[in-house]
């Protein structure tokens, strides 16, 4: 049986917090084109929401509107393609129109997935690595906030309750970067469920520990930290 809508509201009241205790759209920001945050722009995130997702948030909110490719545009024809039955492609009015309690799921996970190991168990977060060099929160994973990852445990736990198979979308994700980061000969940062950070051999899935402060830090961010005044920067 499908979720009611009031399903989205008890997940937005769960991961109502921010990701970090910094704005990360103010250190992401001044990269991009405008100031927008990357992840508010769909130029570069085209956000989903779910069926009942939308259905929650129709009557309460004109912050979203469904989004359809121009017919001149292949490339945004392939994306809307690839949006999965479950849900439907949207976009918000804008980040100077932000209305935090009706952000979606998608928007208040970002920039994490769940990872799914091999034999099927929710391990913790993973992040979108195509987003490496764009978003900071990937160079500062120490920043992540103790509450919003057991939230977003709690939240996707619920969420494959829910959606069966989106269980299997993230298992078929956490896959893929597995082979992506075997072949560039990289681990995969984890944020355990357990608290921990560890790094994933993409290999054997092997775990090993570490400092997530350690961790290395990619793009603009790794080019600020080697600044000799960082606080400079941007
Ligand atoms: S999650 Fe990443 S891309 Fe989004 S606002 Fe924060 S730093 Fe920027």
């Known amino acids: 049986m499908k979720p009611s809508p009031a399903f989205f509201a008890q997940l937005y009241r769960l991961l109502a917090m921010p990701v970090t205790e910094e704005d990360c759209g103010r250190k992401c920001g001044p990269y991009n084109e405008g100031g927008v945050p990357f992840c508010c722009d769909p ?3 085209l956000p989903t929401l779910y069926r009942e997702e939308w259905a929650f948030l129709q009557p309460r909110t004109t ?3 469904l989004w359809t490719p121009e017919a001149d545009d292949p490339e945004a024809a392939r994306l809307a393609q690839e949006v999965p039955e479950t849900q439907v492609p949207a976009v918000c009015r804008g980040v100077a129109f932000c ?3 009706y952000r979606s799921l998608v928007c208040r ?3 994490f997935f769940p990872y799914i190991g091999r034999e099927n168990a929710f391990w913790g977060l993973a992040y979108y690595w195509q987003f490496e060099d764009r978003c900071w929160v990937l160079s500062h994973l120490n920043r992540v906030r103790m509450d919003f990852r057991q ?3 709690t939240a ?7 959606y069966p198979q989106e269980r299997e979308t993230f298992r078929y994700h956490s896959q893929v970067m597995r082979r992506v980061f075997a072949r560039q000969g990289r681990d995969i940062p984890l944020l355990h469920r357990d608290g921990h950070t560890y790094l994933i051999n993409p290999r054997d899935e092997s775990l090993r520990p570490v400092d997530p402060a350690r961790l290395p830090k990619h793009g603009v961010y790794r080019l600020e930290d080697e600044l000799p005044f960082p ?3 941007v």
């Open 231 to 233: 606080d400079e920067a």
């Open 156 to 162: 996707y736990e619920r969420l494959f309750t829910a």
């Open 151 to 153: 939230a977003f445990v």
């Open 43 to 45: 130029r570069h995130a």
């Open 99 to 101: 209305q935090r309690e």
């Open 63 to 65: 912050l979203w509107r």
């Open 109 to 111: 996970a970002f920039p």
